[in-house]
């Protein structure tokens, strides 16, 4: 029976596949199309992370990792905020939930002000609704809310007009870990001014890839992965979620389970079963590689590490 997604078509991630082609691993064919943008293409792929977000695994291994470690050090960061009047700048916001964490603890004691920033505008008006419902401070809707990470300059420019001068960067949930990391903290840092702090949360490798695959290997994943190749045209019978540990990161990959053919806009792609299509990646550094990083872009790093040693926060300053 066909997907009733199947045949939907999406011209971006079609360009993006005919634009990368494939390699060659041995005599297996790998489609790379893994590139956060194709992720939150549609509301229903939104919803599908936000429910990711939700499930049991998903959230012990890596929200409540983070939240705790938030929850542990949020007065240590607090004092280094001190009491300027604050622009806190939500990168990759989700549904701002993370965000309340700082929001709640920093109500009435600095005026705040904060703005989401998403390449899914179905992210930034729930991260606009849940941050309201604090009624903690401003909340700043402008053009650049939707938005991939090239244009934070800009964004960082705009906020520090009027009496808002300081910010307070989100990064977390493992954002970083689906970037190319110089690029993404060179971008961040040149957005900075003097004094101004960046909040990362990232997993790390802890030498146990079952450990690290565990949260990855789920039907969660795939009902959020899989909106990338049914837009392809391509069935859910044609199609078998993998993950593995390589590269100094998650690779997700769906394995073609038949021979298929698909026409689009004047262009023919035939996938051979065994080919894989790469649609996720996430860099997961070791602690010392991962600080090597952050020191050499921030003049000052607070790293706190899990007691796994699965995942970092790191309060970073310019």
């Known amino acids: 029976m066909a997907d009733k997604d199947a045949q939907k078509f999406n011209d971006l991630i ?185 909040l990362i949360g990232n997993g790390l490798d802890n030498k146990n890839p079952e450990e690290i695959l565990k949260s990855y290997k789920t039907d969660k994943v795939n009902e959020f992965l899989i909106y990338i190749p049914l837009q392809l045209g391509l069935l859910r019978e044609d199609l078998k979620l993998g993950a593995r540990f390589a590269n100094s990161r998650v690779e997700l990959y769906y394995t073609i389970q038949n021979e298929k053919k698909i026409n689009f806009n004047d262009k023919e792609v035939i996938f051979n079963k065994g080919d894989q299509i790469l649609v996720s990646v996430s860099y997961k550094y070791n602690k010392s590689d991962f600080l090597s990083f952050l020191n050499l872009y921030f003049d000052e790093v607070m790293p706190r590490v899990s007691e796994d040693g699965s995942y970092v926060l790191a309060l970073c300053k310019k």
Not at 85 to 91: K, S
């Open 14 to 198: 079609f360009k993006e596949l005919i634009k990368r082609g494939y390699s060659l691993e041995g005599n297996t064919r790998i489609w790379n199309i893994a590139d956060s943008k194709l992720w939150y293409l549609k509301p229903e792929q939104a919803q599908a992370f936000l429910d990711l977000e939700n499930s049991e695994i998903y959230k012990k291994e890596i929200i409540q990792k983070e939240i705790n470690l938030i929850e542990e050090n949020i007065e240590e960061i607090i004092e280094k905020i001190k009491k300027d009047n604050l622009n806190i700048l939500d990168l990759g916001c989700g549904d701002g939930k993370k965000a309340v964490l700082f929001i709640k603890y920093l109500k009435g004691k600095v005026k705040l002000r904060y703005c989401p920033v998403d390449i899914s505008s179905y992210m930034v008006n729930k991260a606009i609704e849940n941050i309201r419902k604090t009624d903690a401070g401003e909340v700043v809707e402008f053009q650049w809310n939707i938005s991939d990470f090239e244009n934070i300059e800009n964004i960082s420019t705009l906020l520090r007009q009027g009496e808002f001068k300081k910010t307070l960067t989100l990064l977390l949930g493992n954002t970083l870990g689906n970037f190319e990391i110089n690029e993404l903290l060179y971008e961040i840092r040149s957005s900075m001014k003097g004094g101004d702090l960046l």
